[in-house]
């Protein structure tokens, strides 16, 4: 009987734990869906999509959506329109909206001066420093646009979400496909001169096998982190078009044909 119980648990755990992953992989999932109504509907009110980073400020991304998030008080009490990004109480106060549950990791960023943790990172090509690029501009299609994907503290360098970071540049809010999907930080315990190869960039996640994406039309999907990449391009330089899936996505106007199938 005992010898029984013992197989049923064996089999029960792993059950449970893949159940658990599922709820937070769903979770993770409709954090991006929050983000896509968030950034669409600022482009309705802006018309364009907030900048990845807006000088001399450096706030983020993800400071400039906070309204659509229902996150208005903390927006003005970080008035980003006549401040500068530091590290404060409210700037290292962990958002549920920014963080993948998968990655249990200290809501503290462990290399970016204290601020909070985020588990995502935007694409340039939508969002850029002091960009005001709109959806006419997305030319290949909204549907076949990447606009934030995951990036983990564990295995990779994650981001923040109140913006720029000093130390570490524009990785703390964008990321790139110069590296794979599920690259890992290549910098050790420290930021970021000891990531010679920037791989602090990429995209990643805690999930098996891959990562969640947000693309331009405001869906979500799960990309594998074996889809294709140019392996040319695993370096500090900024990225440039190659017809290969990822770097299909990546970029709004590259004019390369990409179909469903290949992600």
Same mark, same amino acid.
């Not at 004019?255 to 290949?262: K, L, M, R, T, Y």
């Given at each position: 009987?005992?010898?029984?119980?013992?197989?049923?648990?064996?089999?029960?755990?792993?059950?449970?734990?893949?159940?658990?992953?599922?709820?937070?992989?769903?979770?993770?999932?409709?954090?991006?869906?929050?983000?896509?109504?968030?950034?669409?509907?600022?482009?309705?009110?802006?018309?364009?999509?907030?900048?990845?980073?807006?000088?001399?400020?450096?706030?983020?991304?993800?400071?400039?959506?906070?309204?659509?998030?229902?996150?208005?008080?903390?927006?003005?009490?970080?008035?980003?329109?006549?401040?500068?990004?530091?590290?404060?109480?409210?700037?290292?106060?962990?958002?549920?909206? *920014?963080?993948?549950? !998968?990655?249990? %990791?200290? +809501?503290?960023?462990?290399?970016? /001066?204290?601020? $909070?943790?985020? =588990?995502?990172?935007?694409?340039?090509?939508?969002?850029?420093?002091?960009?005001?690029?709109?959806?006419?501009?997305?030319?290949?299609?909204?549907?076949?646009?990447?606009?934030?994907?995951?990036?983990?503290?564990?295995?990779?360098?994650?981001?923040?979400?109140?913006?720029?970071?000093?130390?570490?540049?524009?990785?703390?809010?964008?990321?790139?496909?110069?590296?794979?999907?599920?690259?890992?930080?290549?910098?050790?315990?420290?930021?970021?001169?000891?990531?010679?190869?920037?791989?602090?960039?990429?995209?990643?996640?805690?999930?098996?096998?891959?990562?969640?994406?947000?693309?331009?039309?405001?869906?979500?999907? *799960?990309?594998?982190? !074996?889809?294709? %990449?140019? +392996?040319?391009?695993?370096?500090? /330089?900024?990225? $440039?078009?190659? =017809?290969?899936?990822?770097?299909?996505?990546?970029?709004?106007?590259?004019?390369?044909?990409?179909?469903?199938?290949?992600?």
């Amino acid at each position: 009987m005992i010898a029984i119980i013992g197989i049923l648990i064996a089999l029960l755990v792993p059950a449970v734990q893949a159940s658990r992953e599922s709820s937070r992989r769903n979770q993770c999932q409709n954090n991006l869906h929050q983000h896509g109504l968030a950034m669409q509907a600022y482009h309705a009110a802006q018309r364009r999509f907030p900048p990845a980073f807006s000088k001399p400020g450096n706030w983020g991304w993800a400071v400039w959506i906070l309204p659509q998030l229902e996150e208005n008080t903390l927006y003005q009490t970080l008035s980003p329109t006549t401040s500068t990004i530091s590290v404060t109480s409210d700037t290292s106060r962990q958002l549920a909206v *920014f963080i993948c549950p !998968t990655d249990s %990791t200290s +809501p503290i960023h462990a290399f970016y /001066s204290g601020y $909070a943790k985020s =588990n995502y990172a935007v694409s340039e090509q939508v969002c850029d420093g002091g960009s005001k690029i709109r959806v006419t501009q997305i030319t290949d299609g909204t549907s076949h646009t990447l606009m934030i994907g995951e990036r983990d503290m564990q295995n990779q360098a994650a981001a923040i979400w109140a913006g720029r970071d000093t130390t570490s540049g524009v990785a703390s809010v964008i990321a790139r496909p110069t590296w794979p999907i599920n690259t890992a930080y290549g910098g050790g315990t420290t930021c970021c001169t000891s990531d010679t190869g920037c791989t602090r960039y990429a995209w990643a996640s805690l999930h098996k096998r891959g990562a969640n994406f947000l693309f331009c039309d405001g869906s979500v999907h *799960f990309l594998a982190d !074996t889809i294709a %990449t140019d +392996p040319s391009q695993q370096s500090c /330089s900024k990225p $440039a078009p190659a =017809n290969f899936t990822l770097q299909n996505l990546y970029f709004r106007d590259d004019g390369n044909a990409i179909s469903d199938a290949e992600f």
